[in-house]
């Protein structure tokens, strides 16, 4: 991708969600399942951040693309007292800002910076978040995008991130759609990646934990500890819409 592609894609999701921010919760959210998804998705990251020793109020944690704060808001009532959030659009963040409790005002600090020029030193931080975003990108564009991430991160820490997953056998609609658009028609889709690619696509980073998220809503019926069971057996934790996975420096 040339660099002025580049360029063009940080001004059209620029000027996406500067225009969409005041929508952008109550479109994915508000709903029941919004929520449920929410709670979920959410976590997975926090119990992977425990995994590694990173829930503790003296650990400092970066929310890269923190958006609308969907997981740096809930960083900061877990008791961590040093998180920073930063996105390229400063609506999106201002949405963030009217949610967090006065209490948390001084934990979460603001930034406005794209994340492959972030504005911190190298290994500042014990750990990094970062939600939905590759959806956006081109599968080659993962590694570039967090390239700076890598650095600003101390030695063995861990980005913990989603990733849409082009195996998606539990909705055989949608496999079949990406499968044909991808390997018939020779198109790339951008906002997905085969689980074997995510080692490869996220050099110098080593994946080392991987949890399936997204599966059919009508799962639910069977409980939680039945999605718990899909999201980490190794059986089937592949086949979800996505995957939060757990990268170490």
């Excluded at 921010?21 to 709903?31: E, G, I, L, V």
């Excluded at 409790?101 to 750990?127: C, R, T, V, W």
Aim: with cysteine; charged share 25%; aromatic share 14%.
């Amino acid at each position: 991708m040339s660099s002025d592609t580049k360029q063009d894609l940080n001004k059209r999701y620029l000027e996406k969600y500067t225009d969409e921010a005041k929508r952008y919760d109550q479109h994915r959210f508000h709903s029941t399942a919004g929520q449920i998804t929410k709670k979920l998705r959410n976590g997975f990251f926090f119990e992977i951040l425990r995994k590694y020793n990173l829930v503790a109020p003296d650990k400092k944690i970066i929310d890269v693309a923190s958006g609308t704060g969907r997981v740096a808001l809930e960083l900061v009532t877990m008791g961590y007292k040093k998180v920073v959030a930063t996105d390229l659009t400063n609506a999106m963040l201002d949405i963030s800002r009217s949610k967090l409790p006065e209490q948390y005002k001084n934990n979460l600090d603001y930034h406005i910076a794209d994340m492959k020029k972030l504005p911190f030193d190298s290994e500042s931080f014990d750990g990094a978040t970062m939600g939905a975003f590759f959806y956006l990108i081109p599968l080659e564009e993962y590694g570039p995008y967090v390239k700076d991430v890598h650095r600003v991160l101390k030695k063995e820490g861990i980005l913990v991130c989603e990733v849409m997953n082009q195996l998606h056998l539990f909705n055989p609609v949608k496999f079949i759609g990406k499968f044909f658009h991808r390997h018939i028609l020779g198109k790339k889709i951008k906002s997905h990646a085969y689980p074997w690619e995510l080692q490869k696509a996220f050099a110098p980073f080593e994946v080392v934990d991987i949890i399936g998220t997204d599966f059919p809503y009508f799962l639910r019926m069977f409980g939680e500890k039945f999605i718990n069971f899909l999201s980490k057996s190794s059986l089937t934790k592949y086949f979800g819409g996505r995957f939060v996975v757990a990268l170490k420096k």
